[in-house]
């Protein structure tokens, strides 16, 4: 693998506003426009490394459109059409979130100070608002999270982070500790913002809080040895697994709060999930097939009980990215194919 090898396909979405959503297999799907979503998840992964140039040039036309998505009272619009214009209202759902989870680690870790300051005015504007929805709080979270560490008086991010570990909840009692009736899509996001927020918070109790309900998600979607993640349409006690279609991001997401997780705990039984998100993406998985394309490092849309989606949208390429970001900073090897 070279070094520009895992953002060949992320390259190959982006053009001078940002980052195509869709794909049809490998070729980028235009009239599918842009997303917000997207188009923060590729900063975060742009801020965990020094990029190669032409991921950097990306990785900014990305930032500049998720400025742009925020409202001067912080809601944020999510969905640009490839003609330029906004397809929908300024929301705060999981797009925001994930805007302001950008926003604030572009803030502190660009390696442009005029960049950084407009991530920091970019933030500040939409982390003043408040989020009806868990997820999005939890997004929101990660970036408060980066501005915190950095910036240790932040008032507006230390303010957020108290709002969202609120927001998330404590386990509940029972057999049954998730925070909601049944886990949904990116789970493991619940359980990240409380580790790294109560990390950042001195609070110890949301970090173990954390670290129980993630310990609860990996071994609940762990199956044969393997991850068997949450379907996209969810999972409720006594409903029968595994489901279909498995989304990569669910994957992904696993991955980084594990990741986090041994970052703050030094326990290694985080570092073996990683290595387990990371196989899912190469095999080990309840097809046994591989969703990662070693062609063109691009990631099949999702896990179907036949096969795989064979499409390579964005949402999923950037999951796969992710995993393989993960593996690294933990030094493992990325698996090899069964």
Excluded: K
Excluded at 13 to 23: F, P, W
Excluded at 184 to 191: I, S
Excluded at 210 to 219: F, N, P, Q, T, Y
Aim: hydrophobic fraction near 45%.
């Amino acid at each position: 693998m070279t070094t520009a090898g895992p953002y060949r396909h992320l390259l190959a979405l982006g053009d001078d506003v940002g980052l195509l959503e869709h794909a049809e297999g490998a070729l980028p799907r235009r009239e599918a426009g842009y997303c917000v979503d997207d188009a923060a998840r590729l900063v975060v992964c742009a801020c965990r490394e020094p990029c190669p140039p032409p991921l950097r040039t990306l990785a900014d036309r990305c930032l500049a459109l998720v400025r742009h998505a925020v409202e001067p009272d912080g809601r944020c619009r999510n969905r640009l059409g490839y003609d330029r214009r906004w397809r929908d209202d300024p929301g705060l759902g999981d797009w925001w979130g994930r805007a302001v989870w950008a926003l604030g680690e572009a803030s502190v870790a660009h390696p442009c100070a005029g960049t950084r300051f407009g991530a920091g005015r970019a933030f500040v504007r939409a982390a003043v608002a408040r989020s009806p929805h868990r997820r999005a709080l939890a997004y929101a979270a990660l970036g408060a999270v980066a501005v915190l560490v950095a910036e240790p008086a932040d008032e507006v991010a230390a303010a957020l982070l108290r709002d969202a570990v609120r927001a998330v909840g404590r386990p509940a009692a029972g057999a049954w500790p998730w925070p909601e009736a049944r886990l949904g899509y990116a789970n493991a996001v619940l359980p990240e913002a409380l580790i790294a927020g109560g990390a950042a918070l001195g609070d110890e109790e949301a970090v173990a809080d954390g670290c129980a309900l993630l310990a609860w998600l990996v071994a609940t979607e762990t199956r044969a040895g393997h991850f068997s993640v949450t379907p996209a349409a969810g999972w409720g006690p006594g409903e029968p697994r595994p489901g279909f279609d498995q989304q990569p991001l669910e994957v992904a997401h696993l991955a980084s709060a594990c990741t986090r997780a041994f970052a703050v705990t030094g326990e290694a039984g985080w570092r073996a999930a990683v290595a387990r998100a990371a196989a899912w993406f190469t095999g080990a998985n309840d097809v046994g097939v591989a969703l990662a394309d070693p062609e063109t490092w691009g990631c099949a849309d999702g896990l179907e009980s036949a096969g795989v989606n064979r499409n390579q949208g964005a949402e999923s390429t950037l999951a796969l990215v992710s995993v393989w970001q993960c593996t690294r900073a933990l030094g493992l090897p990325w698996p090899c194919p069964p």
